[in-house]
């Protein structure tokens, strides 16, 4: 069983940034793959980044490439989305989601992922 507590939305403007946290309880963190989901209103649940359980591969969706990255620390049982270079249209609710045996495509699936958080609230103003 894991436990996911997002934190660090909040408002900023275009062009800023935000770094999103994602603090996780149980003894088997570090073997699962971790992802950030968003979802603005009106509209279906998206992917945005996920790591694997070794931190050694990342993914990203081709509407952050280049502005956002995800990391993880498996000691600190935390994954950190670092989001740059804000766009309006990156508001939403952030949800981070642990998931087991991903491979492949599961990264970028919602559905493959086992434990979600209750979600964190970014909005960029223009």
């Known amino acids: 069983q894991v436990q996911l507590v997002e934190s660090g939305g909040g408002s900023v403007q275009a062009g800023g940034s935000l770094r999103l946290s994602c603090a996780a309880s149980?003894?088997?963190?570090?073997?699962?793959?971790m992802g950030w989901f968003r979802q603005a209103p009106g509209k279906e649940r998206e992917f945005v980044a996920a790591?694997?359980?070794?931190?050694?591969?990342?993914y990203y969706a081709d509407s952050v490439k280049g502005r956002f990255t995800i990391s993880r620390d498996n000691a600190k049982n935390t994954v950190h989305l670092q989001m740059n270079s804000l766009k309006p249209e990156d508001t939403a609710l952030y949800y981070c989601?642990?998931?087991?045996?991903?491979?492949?495509?599961?990264?970028?699936?919602?559905?493959?992922?086992?434990?979600w958080g209750r979600g964190t609230q970014v909005t960029v103003s223009s």
């Open positions: 790591i694997s359980w070794t931190g050694g591969r990342t």
């Open positions: 989601a642990a998931g087991d045996y991903l491979g492949g495509s599961d990264y970028y699936t919602d559905r493959r992922y086992d434990y």
């Open positions: 149980g003894r088997t963190f570090s073997s699962y793959a």
